[in-house]
C-alpha cells in the first residue's frame, strides 16, 4: 500500500511542477479593473438581455492599451472613429452635446454597406457612458436600444477595442 500512495505522490508531483513550469512562460498578466456591465452577444432569445446596454463591437486580441478613466457630467465634443480589419470596414462619428443629447453617424462598407445617423440622449455616471437610442431610427444600421462607453483620461471614448478620439 505504500508503494502505491508513493507513486501517487510522485505523479501528483510531477504534474503540478509540469504545470507550474509550462504556464509561466507563455501565461498573460490579468489585470481585474471594473468594467461597465455589458449584456450577452446579440441575437439571444432572453427580452431582457437584449434590452441591456451592449458594446458597440466585441473585443479583441491586440486591444490598444488602456488610460486610466475619466469622470465628467458632460460631454461636449465629436468623437471619431474608423475601423479597417478583415470583419469590418466603417467610420463612425459621434457628437455629444451639453444638454445630453447625441448623434451617431455610421458609414460601412463591409461585411455589407449600409450607413445611417441616430440621435438620443446619453447619461454619465462616473466614467461610464450610456447612449440610449431613439425609437425612431434605422434598426438595420442602429440594432440595439442602448449601448455603452468609457471616457478616459487621454481624452478618448472607447467601446470594446474601437477607440474614438476626441476632434
Known sequence: MSKVLMVFIVVLASYLLYDMFSSSDDSIALKETEAPEFSVEPGTSSKKNR??????????????????LFDAEFIDATYTAKIDNERLKANLRFSFSEDGTFSDNRDMSFPKSIAGEATGTYS?????????????????????????MSLHEDGTLRTGTVVLTKQ
Open 124 to 148: 454619465i455616471e462616473g466614467s461610464a457612458i450610456t447612449l440610449i437610442y431613439a425609437e425612431q431610427r434605422d434598426r438595420e444600421v442602429f440594432k440595439f436600444d442602448n449601448s455603452k
Open 51 to 68: 434590452e441591456q446596454a451592449v458594446p458597440l463591437y466585441e473585443i479583441e486580441p491586440g486591444t490598444p492599451s488602456e488610460t486610466a
